[in-house]
RNA sequence: CGGGGUGUGGCGCAGUCCGGUAGCGCGCCUGGUUUGGGACCAGGAGGUCGCGGGUUCGAAUCCCGCCGCCCCGACCA
């Protein structure tokens, strides 16, 4: 499919460029349901090698995938408070199982069957902590059934009023995983075991820098003891929220009466953890990384990590080059590259160029009769560069290749990142940074939420996590950045999504 | 919910003020010539002009009502 339409320079609009990358590189597109997408192939292929990448490291660390249902029973969402209070304005509900016929003509042809009514709506999952630690609560007899470490890869629906493809969608598609465990320690330990696995699974395989930290109170998971996250920096310099993990704590375990029977004969609640990743991802990625040509993919997640260029006059140099790049294909998929072969004969080479990186590919091999006249091929990088490799060994050469982009893009993000960051602000500062350039703004907090509402509402920042010690400044800072009363913690500021 | 905008082939738009039965670019199809950074020529296909009603000999165009979508605010995270 050839196209030429132009991306919106990410300069110019970051927004309209976002939507012009994702529709250039057929990531999604928007669906005749308001706030809802459709993920198209492209789009979907690099989900599902996020999700197959993330679920051998679940796998690895001893959990285990199960599915539970789409539905839940209204009442099971009201019995935990914050909880209900959190996900209350965006349920979407079941009332009624029947449509009618009323023998009228078009839209009006059919009615919802008042008879139908079910005596308890039932909701569309906006999570599933209720219906799980519900089925916990019939699983878990003894201190023998935990630790209890479970995922589920499902779509939740939650009703947003502002969507945007990947970012914020009324349906997404998400893994969540649920762990029920004897005492705080063993949860706490989980919940930060996960969150490492997330920031692992963000820098090498997305290439997408992340802090990590624990959420304040009025930013942390409705229903949760403590919320942890990791956090991106977008290149329009606002905050993505790229993953979280919650330590419940006996909340959910007390609403659902999840209790074991201990060693010594004694009857405990458990204590829970939840945390999961989305197909915000997916966004996540293209903002990080993407540009003006369009997707630029990591090659660890891109779908396709090498586009094979024949370029040929004749029948017969055609038949030569696509015969050489045949042998080029079968050799780097023999070494575990994702290969296609553009043998497409309606389109110039330049065109092919074009498309491929709108795509996100992040090597082209470009293969014409003087390189196989010369036993050669073009390499040339998403990312810029151009030059011969040897046709012997171009598998090493192209594997190497992908790995220096791969490297590059995560020292480039993360080099980004550096220079969008202050550090020790003052409320001066705070206030023009936020503003001008953006970025992550660290400073002192006092710990006071009528102090974080406040500079909530004077100039939109939130405070992103309270960051773990690896990413906190060299000196801790004194006072609140903002109200100069001693500050309890550092913390990281952003416009966010 | 309040304010503003907009709805015309797949996409982007013109035509609306001054009613006369729909046009342009891109894309798509066929054939030929092309092919080392977005090819060219020729010939085609494709539209109940958001929906309903009204005025008129005649409505994309004028009038009334409704609906969708977008932006800002509100709300939400």
Redesign the pocket.
Known sequence: ??????ITPRAKDFSEWYGDVIAQAQLADYSPV?GCMVIRPHGYRIWELMQRALDDMFRASGHRNAYFPLFIPMSFLAREAEHVE?FA??VALVTHTRLRATGKEGKDAIEVDPSSALEEPLVVRPTSETIIYAMFAKWIQSYRDLPLKLNQWANVVRWE??TRLFLRTTEFLWQEGHTAHTDEADAESEARLILEIYRDFAETWMAMPVITGVKTESEKFAGALRTYAIEALMQDNKALQAGTSHNLGQNFAKAFTVQYQTAAGGLEYVWNTSWGVSTRLVGGLIMTHSDDNGLVAPPKLAPVQVAIVP???TDQEKQQVSSVGSQVQADLEKAGLRVEHDLR?T?????K???W??LGVPVRL?I????VASGQA?L?RRGGG?GPVSLHGVAASVTKALDEIQAALFAAARERREQNSIRGVTKAQFIEFIKRPGGFAYGGFCGSPSCEAEI?QQTNA?IRVLPDPEFRSKEAPRNCMWCGAPSVAEAVWAL?Y
């Not at 499919?1 to 132009?6: D, F, G, L, S, V």
């Not at 389109?347 to 065109?351: E, I, S």
């Not at 014409?368 to 390189?371: A, N």
């Open positions: 499919m050839a196209q030429a339409q132009k308001r959190g304005k965006e009023l502002r370029i040929w006059k004969d389109m110039k080479p330049g065109a160029y074009f498309e990186e709108a470009e014409g009769p003087r390189d073009v040339a151009k909530k939130t966010a």
